[in-house]
C-alpha cells in the first residue's frame, strides 16, 4: 500500500519556524512532482509548494522568500522549512506527490497535519 506520511506540525509564534517533512512508502517506481497544499478555515485548499523532476520549485506568492521546499530522491522524501511564521499560515497542510506504482502515474495525497501560528 502506498503511503504519504507527513510529520512536523504544530503551534508556533509569530516569527517563529516550523520544518514539515513527508516521507512516501510502498512499492514506488519512480516519483515525479511532489508539494505542499494548505487548506485554512472556510478556504479551498491551495497550493504552498511545489517540486518536480530536476529540482525546479514554484510558490506561492504568500510565502515566496519564507518557505524553501526540498525533497530527498533516496528517502522519496519531500520537506518544507516555513520561516517569518505570521497566524495566516495556519492551516492543514496536505503533501501531495505524483508517482508511478503501477503501469501510470498516480495521485496521492497524506493524511494533513496542522500548524497553528498564534500572535
Known amino acids: 500500500q502506498v503511503r504519504l506520511v507527513e510529520s512536523g506540525g504544530g503551534l508556533v509564534q509569530a516569527g517563529g519556524s516550523l520544518r514539515l517533512s513527508c516521507a512516501a512508502s510502498?512499492?514506488?517506481?519512480?516519483?515525479?512532482?511532489m508539494a505542499w497544499y494548505r487548506q485554512a478555515p472556510g478556504k479551498q485548499r491551495a497550493l504552498v509548494a511545489r517540486?518536480?523532476?530536476?529540482?525546479?520549485?514554484n510558490y506561492a506568492d504568500s510565502v515566496r522568500g519564507r518557505f524553501t521546499i526540498s525533497r530527498d530522491n533516496a528517502k522519496n522524501t519531500v520537506y518544507l522549512q516555513m520561516n517569518s511564521l505570521t497566524p495566516e499560515d495556519t492551516a492543514v497542510y496536505y503533501c501531495?506527490?505524483?508517482?508511478?506504482?503501477?503501469?501510470?502515474?498516480?495521485?496521492?495525497w497524506g493524511q494533513g497535519t496542522q500548524v497553528t501560528v498564534s500572535s
Open positions: 501531495y506527490a505524483r508517482m508511478k506504482t503501477g503501469p501510470y502515474e498516480y495521485d496521492y
Open positions: 510502498g512499492s514506488i517506481f519512480s516519483v515525479n512532482a
Open positions: 517540486i518536480v523532476t530536476g529540482e525546479t520549485t
